[in-house]
T-cell receptor, first 114, second 109 residues
Framework: DGGITQSPKYLFRKEGQNVTLSCEQN?????MYWYRQDPGQGLRLIYY???????QKGDIAEGYSVSREKKESFPLTVTSAQKNPTAFYLC?????????????FGSGTQLSVL | GQNIDQPTEMTATEGAIVQINCTYQ??????LFWYQQHAGEAPTFLSY??LDGLEEKGRFSSFLSRSKGYSYLLLKELQMKDSASYLC??????????WGAGTKLIIKP
């Protein structure tokens, strides 16, 4: 079955540490996205990519970095510069990156600070 | 600024009908999505409305009024598995998605 796989499900970060969240899709979608979900707030876009080797900042990119070396993969690194990283992180994809396309989401990674 | 409003939480009884409202003020409009999200899981697509009116899909229906900046999701014959959060999202004039905070729906037996 096609879908999006995120790992790990739970992740703990120590102060000053960088951590990387994995996102892989086998839907052959061009566009991939990273969202942050906090209680009581709407999803906020961190980064998105519409093509391999290209990505754009979303609304809250500071303290995060991404890469898109392969169409299937879009890992997110939460750097030590992100002072409040505790949140639920969702990876998603769409077929071509048009705003009216429905999103396919991974099952999420809960990141917590030790 | 851009704003999406949804009730924070609603409670309904198994077998009943519930309507979850979403009002929006955005720079332009290119469609409205509803997603369902069970706790700790991925949101899943429910509906997309771009024209005014009601669209029915099984037990779920979604309504849109662009002139009023208003949409609702109607769930009929509620089942316990419908306990989830329901997310409203609007596509603005730049084809960016603006998300509401979601409505947590609690179903009681």
């Amino acid at each position: 079955d096609g879908g999006i796989t995120q790992s790990p499900k739970y992740l703990f970060r120590k102060e000053g540490q960088n951590v990387t969240l994995s996102c892989e899709q086998n839907l052959n979608h061009d566009a991939m996205y990273w969202y942050r979900q906090d209680p009581g707030q709407g999803l906020r876009l961190i980064y998105y990519s519409q093509i391999v080797n290209d990505f754009q900042k979303g609304d809250i990119a500071e303290g995060y970095s991404v890469s898109r070396e392969k169409k299937e993969s879009f890992p997110l690194t939460v750097t030590s510069a992100q002072k409040n990283p505790t949140a639920f992180y969702l990876c998603a994809s769409t077929e071509t990156g048009q705003g009216y396309e429905k999103l396919f989401f991974g099952s999420g990674t809960q990141l917590s600070v030790l | 600024g851009q704003n999406i409003d949804q009730p924070t939480e609603m409670t309904a009884t198994e077998g009943a009908i519930v309507q979850i409202n979403c009002t929006y003020q955005t720079s332009g409009f290119n469609g409205l999505f509803w997603y369902q999200q069970h706790a700790g899981e991925a949101p899943t697509f429910l509906s997309y409305n771009v024209l005014d009116g009601l669209e029915e899909k099984g037990r779920f229906s979604s309504f849109l009024s662009r002139s009023k900046g208003y949409s609702y999701l109607l769930l009929k014959e509620l089942q316990m598995k419908d306990s989830a959060s329901y997310l409203c999202a609007v596509v603005d004039s730049n084809y960016q998605l603006i998300w509401g905070a979601g409505t947590k729906l609690i179903i009681k037996p």
